[in-house]
């Protein structure tokens, strides 16, 4: 599959040292993309593409409760992939509820809130006939937001997570940034080393789905989250709709 979408585009991958992350680079590689990947690692990242060819990469790092130090990159960032997160399984201790709340749902809204303030400053020219493409925001909430998954702080923060966007999104979707919430089942990695899926496998669906323009992207073995999952963002996004109201 080739997609012309992401030829020439500046994408900004979290998490990019994980699994998922490093699939997606790759896959967005193969489109032509330019990649910058987000980790709080400081190993260096290298990444070969099918020829067995060093990808080209900016690497840059960055901790959680820091995104405003990423605010000079984002600014040049034509899609931002939120993909970071942790899971501490079966514990319910004190700190690893603050650092599962911090990580999975806190430091995502805040990086959704940075993103958004960008595209909403950019500038397009009146008339101008072809306009730079919408930024676009893809934030993986996990299948985890509707579904069990064995680990009840990963749960918890992911719907925290996935409730978030679904608020902030009726205030910064609009023409200059688009918005895709990445419902994805279980994949083989460092966090769920039994996932059903390969990583890759996941990458590649996801930019499948993405061609299609779908802004609710899943994928994943259980037919019930391909049912589920519409109805709960549909109706979610109508009781925010009613109950709330936006600032000013």
Not at 95 to 112: G, K, P, Y
Request: hydrophobic content about 45%; charged content about 20%; some cysteine.
């Amino acid at each position: 599959m080739r997609d012309k979408s992401f030829h020439a585009r500046t994408v900004a991958v979290t998490g990019a040292g994980g699994s998922l992350g490093q699939a997606l680079l790759r896959q967005l590689h193969e489109q032509g993309a330019y990649l910058i990947a987000l980790t709080s690692s400081t190993a260096p990242l290298e990444l070969l593409d099918g020829n067995g060819q060093p990808i080209p990469l900016q690497q840059i790092r960055w901790q959680c409760g820091k995104e405003e130090d990423l605010r000079s990159v984002l600014a040049e960032v034509d899609i931002l992939v939120i993909n970071h997160g942790v899971n501490f399984h079966s514990e319910r201790s004190a700190e690893a509820v603050q650092h599962s709340l911090e990580v999975n749902a806190l430091s995502s809204w805040r990086l959704l809130e940075l993103f958004g303030s960008l595209a909403a400053a950019d500038a397009w020219p009146a008339g101008d006939a072809s306009p730079r493409p919408p930024r676009e925001l893809w934030m993986n909430t996990s299948e985890a937001e509707i579904q069990a998954a064995v680990s009840p702080l990963y749960e918890i923060s992911k719907r925290l997570q996935g409730q978030l966007l679904s608020l902030r999104s009726l205030d910064l979707a609009g023409p200059q940034l688009r918005l895709r919430r990445l419902v994805l089942g279980p994949f083989r990695s460092a966090l769920n080393p039994i996932g059903l899926m390969s990583a890759d496998f996941v990458a590649r669906e996801v930019l499948r789905q993405v061609h299609w323009n779908c802004g609710l992207v899943i994928v994943t073995p259980n037919p019930l989250t391909y049912l589920l999952m519409p109805i709960t963002t549909a109706s979610r996004w109508l009781y925010f709709q009613l109950v709330s109201r936006k600032a000013g």
